[in-house]
Each structure stands twice: as structure tokens, then as C-alpha cells.
């Protein structure tokens, strides 16, 4: 599978997944999220066995959290669930490329590994200065590496279908 991979890992590297499987589980929470309203970008964390250990959509609704994103909300949420080394042997896999506040509270988090479809330059493309999306063209390997942790990145995969959603959605805002 084509993609870009950066490697910022020093200790044991994290098994080898299906990543086209888990990437297209986000791509349709990412649609289900904008079939009720919210922004298309979904995310998943998977363990180093392949278990899926959380789903998240974008929460851009009910309260327009413009915080929301669906990687920071299951950042969250993994912190608060799982110890640190569970976390620093898992996977997010994200719709889109996390954007600086996402890849930060992945990295905070302790996830392991981030895996994405389409790419921050690709997004901002599509959404062009949409004020619901006003993206941030900083790669998340740049937020990575400034931290003192290693955290693995791979992406883009699958972008042309990660971008689907988001043709639609936002030619509709």
C-alpha cells in the first residue's frame, strides 16, 4: 500500500495492521457524522491485536464545539480508559490527517501510532476558508516530532476515498 511513512519510534515497533480496513471504518463514521450534521471525519483506535477499542465521530454538534474533532474526543477518552502502555502499543486511525490540536492530545494521550487518509493540504483544498473548517496546513509529523515521545505516522492512505465526504459535504455548506 502506497503512503507515506515517518518512523519517529526508538523502542519495539508496533505490529503490522490491516490499515486500509481500519481507515475505511473511519471513512464511514465520517459519513455517518455528516449524515447528522456534524463535520465528516471519524477515528478509531485499535490495539497492537487488531481489536477495535473505540470509535468517534466529529462532535462539532449539538453544541457547535468547534474543539470537537472526532480524534481529540477519542483521545479523551482513551486517556481516561486505558494505562499508558496499552496506549503507546495502539493505532489511530483518522479519517483526515490530524490537525495540530488532534495530533497534540494523540500525543498526550500516548498513543503509539497514527494512521490517515487524507491528507491537512488535501483537506484545506476542498473546504478552501469554509469558517467551520478553517484548517491548519501544519503536517502532524511537524506537532509530533517537536515532542519528546516517538510517535509513528503513516499517511496518506486511501486518500481519494477519504476525500469523498468531504467533496460532498462541503460543496453543500
Not at 486505558?82 to 494523540?106: D, H, K, N, Q, V
Request: with cysteine.
Amino acid at each position: 500500500m502506497a503512503g507515506n511513512a515517518t518512523s519517529l519510534r526508538t523502542a519495539m515497533p508496533l505490529p503490522d495492521l490491516d490499515h486500509a480496513t481500519y481507515l475505511r471504518r473511519a471513512f464511514a463514521i465520517a459519513a455517518a457524522a455528516a449524515d447528522s450534521g456534524s463535520h465528516p471525519f471519524g477515528a478509531v483506535l485499535v490495539d497492537g491485536d487488531g481489536t477495535v477499542l473505540m470509535e468517534q465521530g466529529n462532535a462539532y454538534l449539538p453544541d457547535h464545539d468547534m474543539t470537537g474533532h472526532a480524534e481529540r474526543v477519542l483521545a479523551t477518552r482513551a486517556s481516561q480508559r486505558f494505562r499508558p502502555a496499552e496506549l503507546a502499543e495502539a493505532t489511530l486511525y483518522s479519517s483526515a490527517e490530524p490537525c495540530a490540536m488532534c495530533a497534540g492530545a494523540a500525543y498526550w494521550a500516548g498513543i503509539g501510532r497514527i494512521v490517515y487518509g487524507l491528507s491537512e493540504n488535501a483537506l484545506r483544498q476542498i473546504t478552501g476558508n469554509h469558517p467551520e473548517n478553517p484548517t491548519l496546513d501544519l503536517p502532524c509529523r511537524m506537532v509530533l516530532e517537536s515532542g519528546q515521545r516517538p510517535v509513528e505516522v503513516i499517511g496518506p492512505l486511501l486518500e481519494n476515498e477519504a476525500a469523498e465526504p468531504h467533496r460532498s459535504f462541503w460543496a453543500k455548506r
